[in-house]
């Protein structure tokens, strides 16, 4: 009997030792995966958030470079001519961005409309505030956004001054910020419940995830606590991941990015409670079970690194040809530099005479002519240590990150320059693309910056030459 009182009593003790052991450990590991989840998912969000700010960027630089180049065509044949209006009715019903295409007024109050429209007679052009905007630049130029008042919808003029000696001219177009709608849509398809674009000056919500909001003022009198809190931030300026109360007794992580090429802020928000949801689902086996919170831990922590990967891997990556972008490139040529010093072969690859195809066919057709240019140098340099990426616009580059002498890159370079004569000659005869190379061998000294300055400086030697050939440094 006593000893069977011993035994139970020596299980007791090893009960009362291990179990808060035990409970510790899992403490332990439920507040480092806490706080795993929270750092991770504020990552996510700032990489999440500087992809799409960067779409939004891009899509707005591709609006001022085609509105810049019917604004030169139209300064080049000059106003005196029926072509420049000619070429001017084409912007109407062409561009998803400013389907009503160009409009343009002159000082003397005449008033040009590429669509067709025809003002009453109490429209004054000089009183307009696109022609009072326009007048203050050279350069197209966004413009303060508005609630367009027969459609609904938001969108902004873009508006540039002409150069002509005789009379000054305001050429503009209403750019409908409908694609910024998609992308707030597209960001909160995930754990990011709020996004929205506002402009810095009168604090117009451009376009939020909450359509209701779209169109209104962002204040601190906005009726959510949230949208007040983002008001607070915006008036200090700064940028960055921020955390703020919401309404009820919610908590948000806030991001705040600036708009390049616009006076615009991108704000995204996620709920703090909806970013410990799936936590808080398994708190009960994290309490009975040791292991179970191992593999918790291991399990959410892997499937964050897997999506950090993918955004990293994406920020990276341009989006048209999914090629490497100029960031993602040099990154891996540095590290081949590293690894393999005095070792490989740089090729920095230009288009020529490619303005042709987007003067000519459209920007449509230009996308895909880069699209399947990207296409033949993957399938060319296709070898292990090969990088290939679009550096910006028609300029491409790539890496050869191997041993290569001259006589076998001049072989190399030869039969690339034919195919690439015959698959462009094939699809686009009337534009007479070509591309010039110019290559640079890697010193065992070299550093990157000087192995691209002595890539571009034989690019600069073979369109010099003529185009249509590659270059060696």
């Known amino acids: 009997m006593k000893h069977r009182a011993r035994y139970i009593w020596t299980n007791i003790k090893l009960v009362c030792t291990i179990v808060p052991i035990v409970l510790l450990i899992i403490a332990i590991y439920f507040v480092l995966v806490r706080n795993e989840i929270i750092i991770l998912s504020k990552a996510k969000l700032s990489l999440e958030s500087q992809n799409y700010a960067e779409d939004i960027s891009t899509w707005t630089k591709s609006v001022l470079q085609e509105m810049t180049i019917y604004k030169t065509m139209a300064q080049q044949l000059g106003f005196d001519k029926e072509a420049t209006y000619k070429m001017l009715e084409t912007s109407a019903g062409t561009h998803d961005a400013y389907p009503y295409g160009l409009y343009m007024g002159d000082e003397k109050g005449n008033y040009y409309d590429s669509s067709g429209w025809v003002p009453d007679d109490d429209f004054v052009v000089t009183e307009r505030d696109w022609y009072k905007e326009g007048l203050k630049h050279d350069t197209f130029t966004f413009g303060e956004p508005y609630v367009d008042a027969m ?67 962002l204040s601190t009198e906005n009726d959510s606590l949230l949208y007040q809190n983002i008001s607070c ?88 040809t999914n090629l490497w972008n100029r960031n993602g490139f040099e990154e891996h040529i540095r590290l081949s530099l590293e690894e393999n010093p005095g070792q490989g072969l740089l090729l920095i690859i230009d288009m020529d005479n490619f303005k042709l195809v987007n003067d000519q066919l459209g920007h449509p057709v230009g996308d895909k002519v880069l699209q399947d240019f990207s296409k033949l140098l993957e399938s060319f340099f296709n070898r292990n240590k090969d990088v290939v990426s679009r550096l910006g616009g028609d300029e491409f580059a790539v890496f050869i990150g191997r041993n290569i002498t001259a006589a076998e890159a001049d072989a190399m370079l030869t039969k690339f320059m034919s195919i690439v004569h015959k698959n462009l000659e094939e699809k686009y005869p009337a534009q007479n693309l070509s591309a010039s190379i110019g290559a640079a061998f890697v010193s065992r000294s070299a550093s990157y910056s000087f192995l691209y300055q002595n890539a571009d400086k034989a690019l600069y030697e073979a369109k010099r030459g003529g185009k249509n050939r590659f270059q060696f440094h």
């Open 151 to 217: 459609t609904g919808s938001t969108c902004v003029s873009v508006t540039a001054r002409l150069e002509d000696d005789s009379t000054i001219r305001v050429l503009a177009a209403d750019v409908y910020l409908d694609y910024a709608a998609q992308l707030v849509e597209e960001v909160t398809a995930n754990e990011i419940e709020c996004a929205l674009f506002v402009t810095k000056d009168s604090r117009l919500i451009v376009a939020d995830s909450n359509a209701a909001m779209t169109g209104k003022i």
């Open 233 to 320: 931030l915006l008036d200090t300026e700064t940028t960055g991941l921020f955390e703020v109360p919401g309404d009820g007794n919610g908590h948000y992580f806030v991001n705040v990015s600036t708009i390049e090429n616009t006076g615009w802020y991108f704000v995204t928000c996620m709920n703090r409670a909806v970013v410990m949801q799936n936590l808080k689902r398994i708190e009960i086996p994290m309490l009975m079970v040791a292991v179970a919170a191992a593999l918790l831990l291991f399990a959410v922590t892997s499937k964050f690194s897997r999506e950090m990967s993918i955004i990293r891997k994406k920020a990276k990556r341009d989006p048209l």
